[in-house]
């Protein structure tokens, strides 16, 4: 599952390659679950934190720190967590680069997937307002294609630009119908980067 994604572009050039207007605030080139990513919604570039807060409880039924969900299993969309999003409020996930934890335990390091020749691309998402965060996305994942199946076994929904009107303004059925592994050529690159940073 995808915990790690980069985007290298500045807002004003995601809105020229996206033909989108920009209304957004700066964020990091790495993102990370819990803060904030860029997001295309509602015809606009936004800024949204990346994950659904899911409230805990602790012990004693005290509630705890809300936890970002920030991957939705295809497989689970039908569910009542993610139902609603997936039906009525999909966006686009813009990035240059998602990362995927390779190696032993305590020794993971980064492995960096992309597509080659392309300055950004973008995968499918979904986002909803929340009392905890304001507006958060969540990223759509779908089983790994062959290219990438030793790397993880699940991959985001990787979007052509010719699938994103279909994406975010068609049916929860044409939406469906894209929730599948990239058939596309992916460069994979592994690092040497952790994939914790101390």
Avoid at 50 to 58: A, D, E, R, S, V
Avoid at 135 to 150: G, N, Q, R, W
Wanted: proline share 8%; aromatic share 10%; glycine share 8%.
């Amino acid at each position: 599952m995808c915990n790690l994604y980069r985007m290298t572009r500045t807002v004003d050039e995601m809105a020229s390659l996206f033909d989108v207007q920009a209304r957004a605030g700066n964020v990091g080139q790495e993102v990370y679950p819990g803060y904030p990513g860029y997001v295309i919604a509602e015809g606009r570039m936004q800024t949204m934190a990346w994950g659904f807060p899911l409230t805990l409880k602790g012990k004693n039924g005290q509630a705890l720190k809300p936890k970002p969900v920030n991957n939705a299993r295809c497989d689970k969309l039908r569910s009542p967590f993610w139902r609603s999003s997936f039906e009525d409020r999909r966006c686009l996930i813009p990035m240059t680069a998602f990362a995927e934890a390779q190696g032993p335990k305590g020794g993971k390091t980064r492995t960096w997937l992309s597509l080659p020749d392309v300055p950004a691309f973008a995968c499918g998402g979904i986002w909803r307002g929340s009392d905890e965060w304001g507006p958060v996305f969540s990223m759509v994942m779908t089983d790994a294609s062959e290219a990438t199946s030793h790397v993880h076994d699940r991959m985001p929904v990787i979007l052509d630009a010719a699938m994103y009107s279909q994406w975010l303004e068609g049916s929860p059925k044409d939406a469906w119908e894209l929730c599948r592994p990239y058939a596309g050529k992916i460069a994979i690159e592994p690092s040497e980067e952790p994939w914790v940073r101390r």
